[in-house]
């Protein structure tokens, strides 16, 4: 052996290491924001099941106690003001299913690619518009385009798909290529809401929900982990509202009020009209002056366990002053409660959500954990519509214009 050629080798084998640990598995040169969707993540989920994975997000990161959504609390209100950042009134999106008169179209969840519906500039555009790649495991209103646009990668909501797939297939997004990587993840779970509705808050089926989606973020975590992502990833998990049990001895019976014939000939209710309609938790109604005036003189106040607003007397913070699509009037039962008509038997859930915003049940969970975030940390409050500046921030994105507050924001961040 040559002198020398023994410490050329070692120099060699050095530099190979040296290479292959700054460029191959390591991506520090391109950051990941992952954005985890829990449907019915409600506030206390946390304490009052064992979930080690998420547990350890909190612990590492940021947990905010309570994440208050917007009115009504629903699906895709309030995941569609995550995405975007603004309340229903800048969104379109004011109910799971909403009316546009000028339209005259009352759009379900089932129209989920209708662009006319979404409203509003969503994260995944802001993240296209500033070329960088947005991949969607599902979120409301990915399906539908914004100025032409969509997420690089997506897919349409199918409940169909199991959350071994959607885990799966986010990381097969994350294994691309690096110039062909996203930089923005979403997934999307209702499992959780699913559980809570059919058997009820604190049941064995929610417990074993909640498992299941914590087993998921381990796994996640652990994929990102395996592609050597897990030091440059921002990882959020969040809710969309919370869940309370329901009863049949607290229902709200328009027709004891009412003649329903005649208050369905005159105005309309995207979650009330129509023989199969009822079990509300929260009613909009549309129609003339006259007819909303009357019916408003027949039901206010009759009931103590049902508020009815009307336009132009709405609290700030119901956020519903849409151009187009506010209501005439809104029908909202206490906590727990309902309204709906006696052809309509009530046959469940066992829980729901629907409610004020403003009661506790209805808040929802937010983790946060990553080199942006502030470690070990709880605040107090968060609103859903902070979340879009919070997500631009994580990936130093301009934000557009948005109903968000900085100063919440900042509470989360790792001081500089
Ligand atoms: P909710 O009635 O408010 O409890 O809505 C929860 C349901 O919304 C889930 O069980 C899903 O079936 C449905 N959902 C969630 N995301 C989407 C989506 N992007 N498109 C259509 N439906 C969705
Ligand atoms: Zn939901
Ligand atoms: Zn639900």
Do not use: C
Request: charged share 20%; aromatic share 12%; net charge negative.
């Amino acid at each position: 052996m040559a002198p020398g050629t023994l410490s050329r080798q070692f120099v060699n084998i050095v530099l190979v290491v040296l290479f292959v640990g700054i460029y191959s598995p390591a991506h520090a040169e391109k950051p990941l924001t992952l954005l985890v969707g829990v449907d019915g993540f409600r506030w206390d989920i946390l304490d009052r099941y064992d979930l080690p994975n998420l547990e350890r997000l909190a612990q590492g990161g940021v947990r905010v106690k309570h994440l208050q959504p917007v009115m009504p609390s629903k699906t895709f209100p309030n995941f569609y003001a995550i995405a975007t950042g603004l309340y229903p009134e800048n969104n379109g999106v004011l109910g799971n299913a909403g009316y546009d008169p000028v339209l005259d179209k009352t759009f379900r969840m089932s129209d989920q690619d209708d662009h006319r519906w979404f409203e509003g500039e969503p994260i995944w555009i802001t993240v296209e518009k500033q070329n960088k790649i947005a991949a969607t495991m599902f979120w409301v209103g990915t399906a539908a385009t914004y100025e032409g646009i969509r997420p690089s990668y997506w897919r349409p909501f199918d409940g169909s798909v199991t959350n071994a797939e959607r885990v799966a297939q986010v990381m097969s997004w994350l294994d691309l290529p690096v110039a062909e990587r996203p930089d923005f993840v979403s997934i999307y779970f209702e499992a959780l809401d699913s559980a809570s509705h059919g058997f009820g808050v604190g049941s064995d089926e929610e417990a074993a929900a909640a498992r299941e989606i914590d087993g998921l973020v381990g796994s996640l975590w652990q994929g990102l982990d395996q592609l050597d992502l897990l030091a440059v990833s921002n990882i959020v998990v969040v809710g969309d509202h919370g869940m309370t049990n329901l009863s049949a001895e607290r229902i709200v019976y328009l027709d004891d009020y009412v003649d329903l014939n005649e208050t369905f000939s005159e105005l309309y209710s995207p979650q009330l009209s129509g023989e199969r309609q009822g079990n509300a938790v929260y009613a909009t109604l549309y129609g003339e002056p006259d007819s909303l005036e009357r019916f408003y003189q027949r039901i206010q106040g009759k009931h103590e366990h049902l508020a009815v607003f009307k336009q132009g007397e709405y609290p700030d913070w119901f956020h519903l002053s849409h151009p187009v699509r506010e209501p005439g009037l809104v029908l909202m039962p206490a906590n727990g409660w309902m309204v709906s008509k006696r052809s309509v038997p009530y046959h469940g859930p066992r829980a729901t959500h629907g409610f004020s915003p403003l009661e506790r049940d209805m808040q929802a969970s937010f983790l946060g954990y990553g080199p942006v975030f502030a470690e070990g940390v709880e605040t107090p409050l968060l609103h859903v519509v902070d979340i879009y500046g919070l997500l631009s921030r994580l990936m130093q994105l301009v934000p557009a214009n948005n109903d968000g507050n900085t100063s919440r924001i900042q509470a989360l961040l790792r001081q500089e």
